[in-house]
Structure formats: C-alpha cells, structure tokens
C-alpha cells in the first residue's frame, strides 16, 4: 500500500506533462466559452436570465464527459503495454496501483472542471448558484465518465477501438442532449435523457438547484450516484480479470 | 540456489512452448540463455519471474518453492525488459525514483541508489533530462538502471542489447560484468552468441521450448570440436610438399587453393608447429589462420539449424 | 498508379475506416433541419467539418509513411516527391467526391430540399480540395500522427465556431467577423448560402475561387517540406 502511494507523485507528474489533454480539455473550451461569451452577449434565455450561462455551464459538463480518456490512456501506459511486466514482476499490488491511477485521473478531471468553473464564475460573471454543490455534480460527472471509458478499456481488446467509443460516449450523449441539433421528441431518447444521459442529469441536478428545487436536484444527483454504483461493480468485476 | 525450475512445462493453447525445463541458477554466476527467435526464452522468464503460470513443474526462487513470487522475493529479482519500458514523459531521476519507491526504497537510501544506478549506466549528466528526449540507447540504459535501482540480487536481462548502437552495447556488456563482479546473479538472454561468449560464466542453450544443453563456453565447444581448419597463406605454393603434411598423424586432408593451403585435420592435434615447419623448408609463410569453433557452430552441430534466424544452416 | 492504388487499398482496408467513411454520409442524410438556422439540414451544414477530419485522417497515411520509414524508402525509389504527393492527395480526393456524392444525391433521391444540389455538390467538392490541401499542411508540421489529429480537434472546433459553420456569422462580434473571412469555413458557410438563396453566378464562382486559392496556398506550404 505504502508503495503504491509512493508512485502517485509520479503519476501527477506525468499527468501535468501530458499538455494536449490540457489543450483539450481546459484551453479548447476556455476558448470556446470565450467566443460563446462575445456571441451570446446579453442574449436572455426563456427565463430571462442570460442564455450565455446556460452554454457555459453545459460546455463546462460537456467537457468532463472526456475527462476519462485520461484514466484509460494511464491504465493502458502502464497496465497493458510493456510496461506491464516491470509492474508484474515488482512487489507492489497491481490492483490497487491500478485504483491509485485512476483516482488520480478522476481527480485531476476535476481539478480541470474546478479550472473550469472558476473561469467562467469569476473570469465571465456565470451564476452557478453554490459552488460546492456544483463542484460536487462536476466530480461525480467526472467519476461517471472515467469508470465508462474503464469498462471500455477492460472490456474492449483493442485499445483505439476503446478510445474511439469513450469519444463516441461523449459525443453521443451531446448529441442526444439536442447540443449540436434538436433532437425528435421519442418515448426512448426521453428517457435516456431523464434517466441515463450523465450530461443532463449533471445539468439539470445543477440547474435545479440553481433554482432552489433541492429535491428535484436530488433526484438527478441520486440518478448519477446510482450510475457510478453498477459502472463501479461493473469495472470491479471486469477489471479483477484483466489486471 | 537463487532459483531453479523443475520440470516446467508451458503450453500456449496447443502449442508446447517450453518442454519439461529444468534449470538451476546458483549465486554469482551470468547465465548465457542462448536460443534463436522462438526458443521459449521469454517464455521462460516469464515463468521464472511468475508473470505467467505454468501448466506444470514448479519454481523455485531463493529457496522458496511454496510462495516463490511472494514479495518478500519479488524485492530481490530486477527485470530488464526486452522493450523499453520505462515513462517517457518523466526524467531519468523521476524514473529511477519510481522504481525505487515501488520496491519499497525509501530517504536517503533512495536517493543514494537512484544516484547510483543512474551513474552505473553512465547517465550521470542526464537525471534531468526526460526519456523522451533521449536517444535509443540512452533509452536501453536508462531501463537497465530501472531494474537495478533497488540492487537486486538476481538480475533477468531479456535481450537487452537489441536495436543499439556497438558503444551502448559494450557499456551494458561492460556493466553486466561489474555487476557480477558485485554480487549478482545474472540470467542474460539474447540471440546474439558474441555476447554470451563474452560475459557468460555458463551457457544454456534453449532451442524448441527444450534445453539442448549447458556448460562453460568452452566446454561446450570442446564437446563438439571434432576437427580444425588450418589456413596458410605462402609465398610459394608450386613448392610445398604437400605430402609431406598429408602423412602426419591425424591429418584429414590437404587442399591447395591459389597461395592457400588448407589443412584439415582432427580437434587439438597440435600440429600448427609441424605444419609450419614443413612449409618453411621450401617457401616463405605470408599468413596463417586457424579457424575455431564458437556457439555457433554448436548450435549447429546440436540442432542441424543456424542460431540467428533458426533456419536450416 | 502504384501509390494511389495502394493508398486507396489502405484508405479502406479495414471495416471500421469503411463504416466512418461510407455510414456517416448516409446518415447525415437523415439528420434533422433547424427551425430557422441552418438553412440546410444539420448533416449538410456539419459536413464541412465532417470533410475536415475526414482529410485529416487519411492523410494520416502520408504521416504513418514517414513515421514507420516508409517516406524513405520512396524517397529513393524512382519516383518523384511531386508524384508520391499527387497520388496520395488524389486518392483522398476520390473518397470525398464519393461521399458527397452520396451526401448530396442521396438526399435529392430521399427527397430533402437541397435547392441546387448541383452547386452544393461543386461547393463540396471545391472545399474537399482545399480540405485536403490544409490537412497536407497540417502534417507537414507534425511528426506524431496522434498528437496532429488531437492538436486539429482543437483548432477544428474553434475554425468551425468562428467560421460560421456551427452557429450564424452574424453573431459573432465584429472583430471575430473579420477573422472570420481568413478561414476556409467562413467561404464554405457563404458558399451554403447562395446555395439556399440563389444571387449572382459570379458570387458562387468567387467562394470557389477563394477555396481554391486556399488549396493552392495549402499545397505549397504543405509540399515544400521534405517527407523525410
């Protein structure tokens, strides 16, 4: 245990170099923000609030939905290439090393969704309501993202064919959040979206509470817990085969 | 005994890649594991080193044959992969200090043997230089000193040398020997004989998933050394008697190639001197060369097949 | 022919490149229209930046050439650099004008209000070459092909917001409009709209010629470097 503990500077470290997930995943959408924040201006939604906080607040979300590409690059680096060996023939638990690379990688999502947040709460005036409410659905939208990408990593061989389906993850639930353009009002893509869309459900368990509906918040925030609980058991079991 | 195999058998599906394997590694020694591409060399670490389970037989490591890969022994054991494993975006110093820390190395220890290991391997200058940053066979010693950070008694090297340049190359050759020097046991595998016969105080010769056999360099050389090819270059061949060196003892045969003569004859005859004497007395002697055999040439008398591509010779 | 039938082989050699290549213009066809933006249905105002990375990725295989050494050994091969470029880029371009070929087509035989699928058809085909001109460009700075496709997400969804592909020009603010005008969707966003609302032949010819002009632009700066 303490020798996994040991490792995780190192794993900071690497993770802090790895400067295209930067560019991705904080730069990109700063600028994006950024640009929104100049065409929207003073635009107001159909609640009379700006409609510029509506996209900054689902661009911050969007965003975490790719945060567990982090985790699984890592865990490929480091559990199924030759590296591999090196850490199966060293007198430290693979099973936890592998758990302590992903907390790092959940972790640090979430330290780019906080980046995130503090841009566009303090830098373009977005109204999130409580911050450490909304750090907490980021966070869990963070974990929800990166156990799907795991199940992918561990269930699929081919670790580009796993990547490219945590992209398709990600685009499919903007796509199905009706982001890039609307989508038809069927039984099936509703529920998706009220039950399992984790970008919506974060949205919306932000949104509600924004607006002081704390029970209906608490119903979208259960809605991802419950999400992280069967990606948890089903990464478990997965991963107790593969690593 | 640092470790031994008994009678291990590994199968990959149907396919038998080693063959009822027993091997004894004793303290201080470098073992040559010899084989062409296929032999069931990384196999056979891998077995060794319990990354892989065997179907049968059992390891034995530092006299543990109960829980060989518990960690009590892993702590021991330094593993040099074949591939560069190490992480490109840390420096040489962050590297090392990993490794260190997962083999439970901590303080000043660590620092003085991260230090240390860097310096054996000649990369002394460059702890801050990222990995990614450096050349192939800066990258091959960086991943030695990765192993040996936490000074393992029983070190596996596992084609070390493949892809490098010849200076890398003799440094590591050059460090394998110091390391014996200090105490180390070495198991080294390679496909290239040259470097076996330079370092290895043994030699197993593993061929099919089978060990086809084992002793000194030498000994396995004498073993199949049945004649010697005596070449000397004169200056003037018309004159040479050449019955005269037909009729010495032993003498298989005598050819005459342009200002060439090439004597055959059986292993260790001595007859170099003889020879010479009779070419003397009617022309002058301009070069002379006596071919020996090398693992080679035993690995081709053993298996009838050549030892770098495992073709027939 | 050797290059550009082998980089055709390569291009759709295995399922998936196929899938992505062939079952994403056929499914654009299908999209949804906007209510009052796009004009066009969203598979065919998206399909610009679709046609982006679809450039990007297969010429990736110039990339994997020079990464696995391959560059190399034409390099000293008897054939020129110019040739190897040419069959390459041209390879790519046989793919695209498939796929808006089905794009566009296909949405006329299914019956969605395209206008004047003609022009729309020479649009895409216009802004294809240039498309692949630009990823010719784009690999020429990188060495890695992961990181070039990562790196042209980034700068792809900005390029797409800023040129008027993803959201109207109009709204952008002033300064970003005449940013705008520099980059090859701002012309692609245009060309969509004469499409839609029809105006002067020689306006159309204009957005190609400024495509074009781009391709040429792409091309040189994209050739000049050496595949080794």
């Known amino acids: 245990m303490m020798r996994v503990l040991r490792t995780i500077p190192y794993t900071v470290i690497r993770m802090s170099r790895d400067y295209i997930t930067l560019l991705l995943l904080l730069v990109v959408p700063i600028i994006l923000i950024t640009i929104f924040y100049f065409v929207l201006g003073d635009l107001k939604n159909q609640y009379g609030d700006p409609a510029f906080y509506d996209t900054a607040q689902l661009m911050t979300l969007v965003f975490q939905l790719f945060g567990g590409s982090i985790v699984i690059a890592h865990i490929q680096d480091d559990l199924f290439s030759p590296r591999r060996q090196r850490l199966m023939v060293a007198p430290m638990s693979r099973p936890f090393y592998a758990l302590s690379i992903s907390l790092c990688g959940m972790l640090y999502s979430i330290f780019l969704g906080f980046l995130l947040f503090l841009f566009t709460g303090i830098g373009l005036k977005v109204e999130w309501g409580n911050g450490f409410w909304v750090m907490y659905i980021i966070g869990l939208l963070a974990v929800l993202s990166s156990l799907v990408s795991l199940i992918l990593i561990f269930a699929v061989k081919n670790f580009k064919l796993a990547e490219r389906l945590s992209e398709v993850y990600g685009i499919g639930c903007i796509v199905l959040a009706g982001l890039f353009f609307p989508i038809p009002d069927y039984t099936v893509i509703t529920f998706i979206n009220e039950y399992l869309n984790p970008l919506l459900l974060a949205a919306n368990a932000i949104g509600y509470a924004q607006s002081n509906l704390f029970p209906d918040a608490y119903i979208y925030m259960i809605r991802l817990g419950v999400g992280i609980v069967i990606t948890f058991i089903i990464v478990f079991v997965l991963g107790r085969r593969k690593i | 005994m640092i470790a031994s195999l008994n ?260 292993a260790n005859s001595g007859h170099l001197d003889r020879i010479l004497t009779i070419i003397k007395e009617d022309s002058g002697v301009v070069g002379i060369n006596v071919e020996k055999a090398n693992l080679e040439d035993v690995f081709l008398t053993l298996t009838g097949r050549t030892l770098r591509d495992g073709g027939s010779a | 022919m050797t290059v550009f039938h082998f980089v055709l082989k390569r291009s759709i050699a295995n399922k998936t490149s196929l899938l992505i290549l062939f079952l994403f213009p056929v499914v654009a066809i299908f999209l949804p229209s906007g209510e009052y933006w796009p004009h066009l249905p969203y598979g065919y105002q998206y399909f610009g930046i679709f046609i982006l990375f679809i450039s990007l990725k297969l010429s990736g295989l110039i990339l994997e050439d020079r990464m696995r050494g391959i560059a190399k050994k034409v390099s000293i091969a008897p054939i020129s650099h110019f040739s190897y470029l040419a069959q390459n880029l041209l390879a790519y371009f046989s793919i695209l004008i498939l796929q808006c070929l089905i794009l566009v087509y296909g949405g006329v035989l299914v019956g969605k209000e395209l206008y004047q699928p003609f022009w729309l058809f020479i649009l895409f085909i216009t802004f294809s070459m240039a498309s692949i001109a630009f990823a010719l460009m784009w690999i020429s700075f990188f060495r890695n092909k992961e990181i070039s496709m990562l790196i042209f997400m980034s700068i792809i969804s900005v390029i797409a917001l800023i040129g008027g592909v993803l959201i109207p020009i109009e709204l952008l603010p002033e300064i970003l409009q005449k940013i705008a005008i520099m980059l090859p969707t701002f012309w692609l966003a245009w060309g969509i709209d004469w499409v839609v609302f029809g105006g002067e032949l020689k306006e159309f010819l204009l957005v190609n010629g400024m495509l074009i002009l781009y391709m040429f632009l792409f091309l040189i700066t994209g050739s000049v470097k050496k595949l080794h």
């Open chain 2, 7 to 266: 009678g291990i058998v590994k199968r990959y599906d149907s396919k038998l890649v080693l063959d009822y394997i027993d091997l004894d590694i004793n303290e201080g020694q470098i073992i040559g594991l010899l084989g062409p591409n296929g032999a069931g060399k990384s196999t056979l670490i891998r077995c060794l080193t319990g990354m892989e389970t065997v179907n049968q037989g059992n390891v034995t490591l530092f006299g543990d044959g109960k829980k060989p890969f518990q960690n009590k022994n892993k702590e021991k054991i330094g593993l040099v992969t074949q591939e560069i494993s190490i992480f490109p975006e840390l420096t040489a110093q962050e590297n090392a200090n990993f490794f260190a820390g997962i083999y439970g190395l901590k303080g000043e220890v660590r620092k003085r043997r991260v230090a240390e290991a860097l310096a054996f391997v000649g990369l002394a200058e460059h702890t801050k230089g990222r990995a990614q940053n450096f050349s192939g066979g800066m990258q091959r010693r960086l991943n030695i000193a990765c192993s040996l950070v936490h000074d393992p008694k029983f070190l596996i090297m596992d084609e070390p040398t493949v892809g490098i340049d010849p200076q890398s190359r003799n440094h590591i050759l050059q460090a394998v020997k110091k390391l014996q020097r200090n105490g180390t046991t070495i198991l080294y595998t390679t496909h290239y004989m040259e470097e076996v016969e330079t370092i290895a105080s043994e030699v197993v010769i593993l061929d099919k998933g089978q060990i086809i056999t084992r002793g000194t360099v030498q000994d396995l050389i004498r073993n199949i050394q049945h004649e010697e090819r005596i070449k000397v270059e004169v200056s003037h061949p018309e004159e040479v008697s050449l019955e005269s060196i037909q009729a010495l003892p032993d003498v298989k045969q005598v050819i005459k190639d342009g200002n060439q003569i090439l004597v055959v004859s059986s």
